[in-house]
């Protein structure tokens, strides 16, 4: 039953889709006769109905090859942004290939020259807001009731709750718990968190026949997952989707978790970083572009800083030290000198966090407590970024020696070595600078690399911006 809804679904998203892109290939072609000052609707011809032809096949198959026809109840939108943007790519490479295989005479054309300039554009376009406004209309329609999976929760302990209560807060699943089975082999429980408990693992056979769900979630708590197997074999009698929530502290949760299949054995990457393939791509891409720009655009303020710098006491404009970035790789940072000649010349005691700078901390210079408090000291990691040192977003660079000091002490702190250093994070626009605390920023960049995409790196740009380069915890 479950696999026929879900046929239907697929069937008519693809009937959407296809209109959609119907409009976004229209849309270009218009755009391209109206820029070359062409009659836009003498364009509409037995030529433009056979491209259309021609490409439609080939987006829909792009889009099914990346996944956009999977269910996606419980993912993010971002996720299904960067598939659309990859679809995208990949369908007007082999498109514009199509078209010149298939229809050289339309694709050697003026207006289909500029069409394919403007084509990945309205494509992106289009699709976006297709999939955005279907999302909300699924987000309305689910939270008044429609469209619900029905699922049960294996497990009453703390992690059954946990799980109930979080696809409660999250409506917009469309996910519904309708009952628990307990982890124990029996129970005389009968109810956990105002739903009824229909019995333990022995009655698993029973209950399935007898209460008949789309879904299972298993939360069995840690003390009795060796029953995993157990329960999975029960449950491939029955025509029902299998969901797993393992029992880990969140202190060890996975940054990433990727699951591959060698020759039929499953491998479970729960470690893997998610600036990999196609995000790295991306990633890198945006740091070259808005890092140049922004270099550009600051070199006056830049050759400015350096001038007072020099003329304060003569000394070295840039300050140089030793941090760690991406896969625990060292490199030299770049920064605008703040502090005096003299303590630059001092060498470090290695006792780690005595080393920081404190507020009104004697050893910086005057032009050093104005570049601290606005941030201008860090103008020259733009150096750094182009040079692929750094990024423009992630969690701040940490010290070698620091590093050393906080790995035994925080646990979870050597995710961060995940992704690139960054000149501005999530921690850092939600005020976590300077004096602060080490668990909260912590949080705030593990939250960053478990949901990174290319949407969150601008709207920390944005807000990095927005909010200005001067806050009180400078220092």
């Known amino acids: 039953m479950l696999k026929e809804r879900h046929r239907i679904f697929v069937s008519l998203l693809i009937g959407i889709d296809t209109i959609v892109l119907a409009a976004a290939f229209s849309t270009a072609h218009l755009l391209a006769r109206r820029m070359i000052a062409a009659d836009p609707v003498a364009a509409f011809g037995r030529n433009w109905l056979l491209a259309l032809a021609a490409a439609l096949p080939v987006m829909i198959a792009c889009m099914a090859v990346f996944g956009l026809y999977r269910p996606r109840r419980d993912r993010s939108f971002d996720g299904e942004m960067l598939d659309i943007g990859k679809a995208v790519i990949v369908g007007w490479g082999l498109t514009f290939l199509a078209w010149q295989v298939l229809l050289p005479t339309y694709a050697d054309g003026r207006s289909a020259t500029v069409e394919v300039m403007v084509l990945p554009f309205a494509l992106a376009a289009w699709l976006v807001f297709h999939r955005y406004s279907f999302r909300l209309f699924l987000r309305t329609i689910r939270e008044h009731g429609w469209n619900r999976r029905h699922m049960a929760i294996i497990g009453t302990g703390r992690l059954g709750q946990i799980a109930f209560h979080t696809f409660l807060r999250n409506s917009w699943t469309g996910i519904n718990c309708a009952y628990f089975v307990s982890h124990h082999d029996t129970t005389r429980r009968e109810r956990c968190l105002d739903r009824p408990v229909r019995g333990g693992l022995d009655d698993l056979d029973r209950i399935m026949h007898q209460y008949p769900v789309d879904g299972v979630i298993i939360a069995l708590p840690q003390s009795r997952s060796y029953l995993l197997p157990g329960v999975l074999m029960k449950l491939s009698r029955f025509p029902v989707e299998a969901r797993i929530i393992p029992d880990v502290s969140p202190r060890y949760l996975p940054i990433n978790l990727a699951v591959s299949d060698i020759e039929g054995m499953p491998v479970l990457s729960v470690r893997q970083s998610p600036l990999n393939g196609f995000g790295a791509l ?84 005057r032009i050093g407590h104005w570049l601290r408090r606005c941030s201008l000291d860090e103008l020259p990691q733009l150096f750094n970024v182009v040079r692929g040192d750094m990024s423009l977003v992630g969690p701040r660079p940490e010290r070698l020696d620091l590093l050393e000091h906080f790995r035994e002490d925080w646990r979870g702190y050597m995710l961060r070595q995940n992704v690139k250093a960054g000149m501005t994070g999530w921690a850092q626009v939600n005020g976590l600078r300077g004096d602060t605390s080490l668990r909260k920023r912590l949080q705030y960049d593990l939250y960053y690399i478990r949901n990174w995409s290319v949407l969150f790196d601008l709207r920390i740009l944005f807000l990095t911006l927005l909010r200005g380069f001067r806050h009180p915890n400078a220092h």
Not at 317 to 340: D, E, N, P, W
Not at 350 to 364: K, L, N, Q, S, Y
């Open 282 to 365: 991306v990633k890198r891409t945006v740091d070259l572009v808005f890092g140049s720009l922004a270099l550009v655009l600051f070199a006056p303020l830049m050759l400015l800083i350096a001038a007072l710098i020099r003329i304060e006491d003569g000394g070295p404009v840039l300050f140089r030290q030793t941090r760690v970035s991406m896969g625990g790789r060292s490199f030299a940072i770049c920064k605008f000198r703040t502090m005096s000649v003299d303590a630059m010349q001092e060498q470090p005691n290695g006792r780690g966090v005595e080393e920081w700078t404190r507020r009104d901390d004697p050893r910086i210079t």
